[in-house]
């Protein structure tokens, strides 16, 4: 029965079916990187430099002659990683910081919202840029800096929800009932706001995914020679006017994946907001 | 006349000062978290005259730290920087050069920011048409289309954009000049030379600037027309027989464009931000190029006079839009005293 209604939604929204799909196939691909790739990513074909796509280099060599698309389909285990790692911290920090603020209201609320005012005024990517490079690029300063930059969205959201929740009349009853303010949140509030925050961790993915690859093109991502989609493009640019295929292919993959993240988040939106029904 | 107003400009006075004070809030927090944070991290803007200079010793280290006070306490370092900045003072650059960090700034400011408002202009001008059409003709062909390129501005990296751009249009067809600002030649040119250089030599930037901030701009856009064209009173407008034109300019975009006038406040730290990236691809002496030369020297004033900089030009960008939404929207004007 499920996979039939699954099946008839897939059916109704292309948005939905086409964004899925490719998140889907891309985490495959991702996951299953070590089998499929026909070379080791980081293996040398020092014969073969900066080929152009061929039967044996399906997108050609880059200049130390590692194939393209072995790398290609290792720097998306990255990305993939990054992103949710990093949605992972700010979706953790949002959502506990949008409960409380929205449930205990008065100055918790307003010291809070303030200080998400204060980060949204930020200039996030000079700050990114600047811890990182002071830390050292790695993968993991990366993802916890992104993730520590980026929760604000989901604070705001979540404290809305909850806002909303707290005065309906289930949680006063589970309060008449005795229910403690931490189970009351846990169990009965933060449920209700799943959906939404759901939404905004698909698109934080996207979001995250394209930071990453912005530092990585910037020198100042994921270190040589791990290969990133961000990496190779600034590889690429470097022999942009010989090698066009280096700078090609690294960039649709992202395109292709951030689009991927967008379309599934927008339709789940489409899907679990009833305003848009109506109208 | 007078007498009536006079209640209205006090809430208006107590709402700007409300604002000033806590802009000035925020900017004090911003400096003191990135304060703390840039200090804190390894690394100084003394390793690379030391520890990465063979010749130079741990006195030599000494001697520098205590040049540029790192030797003292951080909250004496940060009182004394803030108090130096009230004077508008952001103190020396750390680099070799050693020339105010303000100077520097102010070399580098009017590019990135004039490149930034042309494009935004730009976007605008775009955009807001799009957004109407679209919500107007909403689920026609015409529309589908839009929404297809939107999504793909959406995921469109602009660092990948500008590669393309570069390939199209400086490699294959030899169009326009790949990077710098100017070419070789630019002093023996005339003027009107020097402006048709800049121009070319600034066409492909703006243009990846722009289509950066098309998307959301005219999806936003069609959003808040979609919204305003379910109101009540755009039904009183066609129920009294206004033509479609007229309810469209006159009544409903109005109200639609004040969303897009905050989202325009809002979208300063992502520019700001977008600058690091498309000013090294296109090698233009822009603030993003000074801010990631810094970062990678470790020039704390430099870092932390962009921060601040960053910061100020976006709260100043929330402050516009805040005032614009007030001229565009009688409704705020009269609530002013309640918040």
């Known amino acids: 029965m499920l996979p039939r209604a699954i099946r008839n939604m897939l059916g109704r929204n292309l948005m939905l079916t086409l964004g899925s799909g490719i998140v889907l196939a891309m985490s495959l691909a991702a996951l299953l990187a070590p089998l499929i790739a026909p070379f080791h990513p980081d293996a040398l074909h020092l014969d073969h430099i900066l080929e152009p796509p061929s039967s044996r280099f399906w997108l050609g060599t880059d200049r130390l002659g590692r194939d393209v698309f072995s790398r290609l389909l290792f720097g998306g285990r990255i990305s993939l990683w990054v992103g949710f790692v990093a949605v992972g911290i700010s979706v953790s920090i949002g959502t506990t910081l949008g409960l409380i603020s929205g449930y205990f209201r008065s100055w918790v609320d307003e010291c809070i919202m303030r200080f998400v005012d204060i980060m949204l005024c930020f200039p996030s990517f000079f700050l990114i840029l600047a811890v990182i490079a002071f830390l050292e690029p790695s993968l993991t300063n990366i993802m916890i800096v992104i993730g520590l930059t980026s929760w604000m969205g989901v604070t705001r959201l979540v404290r809305a929800e909850t806002l909303s929740l707290r005065e309906r009349d289930f949680i006063a009853a589970a309060r008449l009932s005795g229910t403690s303010s931490y189970h009351i949140l846990v169990r009965h509030i933060l449920p209700n706001t799943l959906a939404p925050v759901l939404i905004t961790a698909t698109l934080g993915i996207a979001g995250a995914i394209l930071t990453e690859s912005s530092l990585s093109f910037l020198g100042l991502g994921v270190q040589p020679p791990t290969a990133s989609w961000g990496n190779m493009l600034m590889d690429g640019k470097a022999v942009i006017s010989t090698a066009p295929w280096l700078s090609l292919y690294p960039g649709l993959a992202i395109l292709v994946t951030v689009l991927g993240y967008n379309l599934l988040g927008e339709s789940l939106r489409d899907f679990f907001d009833p305003r848009l029904h109506v109208r | ?339």
């Open chain 2, 1 to 339: 006349m007078l007498n009536s107003r006079t209640p209205q400009l006090f809430g208006v006075m107590l709402h700007i000062l409300k604002k000033t004070l806590w802009i000035l809030l925020v900017l004090l927090g911003i400096t003191v978290i990135s304060f703390w944070i840039i200090h804190l991290a390894p690394g100084s803007p003394t390793d690379m005259e030391t520890t990465l200079n063979p010749l130079a010793g741990a006195a030599s280290r000494q001697r520098l730290e205590e040049l540029y006070g790192l030797n003292r306490p951080l909250y004496v370092q940060y009182w004394d920087w803030l108090v130096r900045l009230v004077h508008l003072d952001f103190g020396n650059s750390m680099s070799v050069d050693a020339r105010p960090v303000l100077t520097k700034i102010m070399e580098r400011l009017p590019l990135t920011v004039g490149m930034n408002v042309i494009s935004l202009m730009l976007t605008l001008l775009i955009a807001v048409p799009v957004g109407i059409i679209s919500a107007c003709r909403r689920n026609s062909l015409l529309d589908k289309i839009i929404t297809i390129l939107v999504f793909l501005g959406f995921a469109m990296p602009s660092f990948w954009l500008a590669l393309l751009l570069m390939l199209f249009f400086g490699i294959e067809l030899q169009w326009l000049p790949i990077s710098g600002l100017t070419s070789i030649n630019f002093d023996h040119l005339d003027l009107w030379g020097k402006f048709c250089d800049l121009v070319r030599h600034l066409a492909l930037p703006v243009l990846v600037y722009t289509v950066g901030g098309l998307a959301g701009m005219s999806r936003y856009m069609r959003a808040c027309m979609l919204e305003t064209l379910r109101q009540d009173y755009i039904l009183t407008a066609r129920a009294k027989g206004l033509s479609n034109r007229a309810v469209i300019m006159r009544h409903a975009l109005r109200n639609a464009l004040l969303p897009v006038i905050t989202l325009l406040g809002l979208s300063v730290p992502g520019l700001i931000g977008g600058s690091v990236i498309i000013e090294s691809i296109f090698a233009l002496p822009g603030l993003g190029q000074l801010f990631y030369g810094a970062v990678m020297a470790r020039d704390y004033t430099m870092i932390m006079g962009n921060l601040v900089l960053g910061a100020v030009l976006t709260l100043l960008g929330n402050l516009l839009a805040d005032v614009c939404y007030g001229i565009a929207d009688p409704r705020i004007r009269t609530k002013r005293g309640e918040r």
